[in-house]
């Protein structure tokens, strides 16, 4: 039977219920606007009966606390932080490929279609009057305008991917930082729990900084028990300490869990992948294998480090690639089949990485090998260290090959159009005479890298000795890039040297075939400005034609990105709508919930007051 005072106690455990509900009520509403807070309730269970050993049974003992409880769904969270690092890095790709946009959008109003029709409407002035000294100076002057629209369109593009570079050392800073908090976190709720309390609070820390971490790589979290090393429980199994363990995992390495964090070290490339990269491109390698690298192009990396990563780097795997048969320790690879198959498409730095198969070296120098007819043979390779592992047949790169056109990609392109363009300006130009009886020069190049003046880079190939060699100080249309494209000194400082007609036909020895045109001849001049118009010049059609193909390649890319940007934001908005239907704080349920603690509250107080009668009458009132 039970005791006397049995009433009192189930009282007593009513009151404390409530006040806990009470007061978990008010830390609710107090945090209502915390950011990755997570709503709590107190979990409730009825005390265990006591036995009476009467026909009515056992007779209930009031209520038990069990737990204050964190209302939280972890298939919500997963999507939540699965569909943060699909929106970084589309969000990522919108922002930059945006500022693309803008730079090239000149093309089609006030930039390069402006200063092409300049200097093409100057040579058609020009032939009006080929000898005029000031139309002369005005064609010098709007061709160096059109240079220098590349040089600035080309320094723009180095622009972004050094901002893209500075945001991922920036990126991996605060993945080291977030690592170290992530641990210490982990640290203090096994702390708090392994004595039996729940460490709600620090939880919810933990999963705001694994939501942050999310929006930068793509995040795995698991949770599993510890036990109790040797020990078993009553069932024979193994002994739970009562506490788990949280790991994190970032593209499916360890970053963090309770015993240490893993950093990533941001380490400076002392080479260039691409010829028109900027120096100090940021590699990222684990801190405890030297050399371990974190795989920014593994097809499963997501996040605003993955947008980053393609807008810097990408190539649109149009980096140099063939195949190659290798020796053990050979010090020279020649590679074929490649996809530069002219000078014109060649991006590759004078010195830099080369990988074979899963190995890479660095070369020095590299030689292009040409065929019989003049085309571009293979490439050959001088390396600083012999190959390790022979290898038959096997591919060849210089770069990663990244699927998404970024930076490299659209530097490819200007490349492409300036070698082109120049070319057949100058191969043109060459064949004339100036008003000074002079051999035309090269109209268009640039500065060699070594003596500073410019190159001539009419090339000329001798099938005898079937190859020419590019080395540091070699004048090659490879030289010239759209960063340093620019008009020959010589006729920049004296319109005079411009060609409008053609010099004399020699024979092999020399003789006069046909004689010089005259001084008002501008047949030659005719033939240059029919080259706004050749439409054989490109694959794409005429100049104008080439680069509005580049420009809709932009266009479609940004409009891709934004879209999907805007979609996914969409998608991560209704995600944490639902997640927050669950752990968020709503102000009237949590008032209707006080009123509903306070009844309770006051019924449980007023059963106390009943039963301080009861005794009070059985102890005080009742006596012999």
């Not at 000031?134 to 320094?155: P, Q």
């Not at 622009?159 to 203090?188: F, G, M, P, T, Y």
């Not at 590299?366 to 047949?393: C, H, M, R, W």
């Not at 306070?598 to 009458?617: A, D, P, R, T």
Request: hydrophobic share 35%; proline share 1%.
């Amino acid at each position: 039977m039970s005791s006397t005072f049995f009433g009192l106690n189930i009282s007593k455990t009513g009151l404390s219920g409530f006040q806990a509900s009470i007061n978990t009520t008010a830390h609710n509403v107090s945090n209502a606007a915390t950011e990755g807070y997570s709503r709590q309730v107190v979990t409730k269970s009825a005390e265990q009966a006591i036995r009476t050993y009467n026909s009515y049974g056992s007779m209930g003992a009031g209520v038990n606390l069990v737990s204050i409880d964190r209302q939280r769904n972890e298939y919500y969270d997963t999507k939540y932080w699965n569909n943060q690092a699909y929106f970084g890095q589309y969000s990522s790709k919108a922002d930059y490929m945006g500022q693309i946009e803008n730079y090239f959008n000149e093309v089609d109003t006030d930039g390069f279609t402006t200063e092409f029709n300049n200097l093409f409407n100057s040579l058609v002035d020009l032939t009006s009057e080929p000898g005029s000294s000031n139309k002369r100076v005005t064609v010098a002057s709007y061709a160096g305008s059109l240079s220098e629209y590349f040089n600035a369109l080309s320094s723009n593009l180095t622009h972004v991917q050094e901002d893209a570079n500075d945001r991922i050392k920036s990126i991996a800073d605060r993945i080291n930082s977030i690592a170290d908090q992530l641990l210490s976190i982990n640290k203090q709720v096994q702390t708090i729990e392994i004595t039996g309390e729940n460490a709600n609070d620090l939880r919810d820390q933990r999963d705001l900084l694994i939501d942050e971490l999310s929006g930068y790589v793509n995040v795995q979290v698991v949770e599993t028990d510890v036990y109790v090393r040797g020990a078993k429980d009553s069932h024979g199994d193994p002994l739970k300490a009562g506490i788990t363990d949280v790991a994190v995992y970032i593209n499916d390495q360890l970053l963090v869990d309770s015993l240490n964090s893993n950093h990533l070290v941001c380490t400076p490339r002392t080479y260039l992948n691409n010829i028109n990269d900027c120096e100090g491109l940021y590699d990222l390698t684990w801190n405890f294998a030297e050399g371990d690298k974190f795989d920014l192009a593994s097809s499963g990396m997501d996040g605003e480090l993955k947008g980053l990563f393609d807008i810097r780097d990408g190539n649109n795997k149009e980096n140099f690639n063939g195949i190659a048969t290798v020796a053990k320790g050979a010090t020279e690879i020649t590679v074929y089949n490649t996809n530069a198959t002219s000078v014109n498409r060649l991006n590759i730095p004078d010195e830099g990485v080369i990988s074979v198969a899963s190995n890479k070296y660095e070369y020095d120098s590299f030689t292009i090998n040409y065929n019989d007819e003049g085309q571009v043979d293979s490439y050959s390779f001088k390396l600083k260290s012999p190959v390790l592992v022979a290898e038959t047949d096997t591919k060849i790169q210089v770069a990663e090959d990244v699927d998404f056109k970024g930076i490299p990609y659209y530097q490819y392109q200007l490349n492409e159009f300036v070698r082109t363009f120049a070319q057949r300006f100058n191969e043109l130009h060459n064949k004339g005479v100036d008003e000074h009886g002079d051999a035309g020069l090269d109209f268009f190049t640039a500065a060699n890298n070594v003596t500073g003046k410019d190159m001539v880079v009419t090339e000329e190939v001798d099938e005898s000795i079937q190859n020419t060699i590019i080395a540091s100080d070699a004048d090659s249309y490879y030289r010239i890039t759209a960063a340093n494209i620019a008009v020959n000194k010589e006729i920049a400082r004296d319109g005079n040297r411009i060609c409008t007609r053609f010099g004399p036909t020699l024979d092999d020895d020399g003789n006069i075939l046909e004689p010089e045109e005259g001084i008002e001849s501008c047949e030659l001049l005719k033939m240059i400005v029919d080259l706004k118009g050749d439409n054989d010049m490109f694959s794409q059609g005429n100049p104008a034609e080439y680069l509005q193909a580049v420009v809709a390649d932009i266009s479609v890319d940004c409009s891709k990105a934004k879209n999907f940007e805007s979609s996914l934001g969409d998608v991560l908005m209704t995600i944490n709508n639902q997640r927050e239907s669950i752990k968020g704080v709503d102000s009237n349920e949590e008032l209707a919930n006080l009123v509903i603690y306070q009844k309770g509250y006051n019924l449980c107080s007023k059963m106390i007051s009943v039963f301080n009668e009861i005794y009070n009458k059985l102890i005080n009132e009742t006596g012999l």
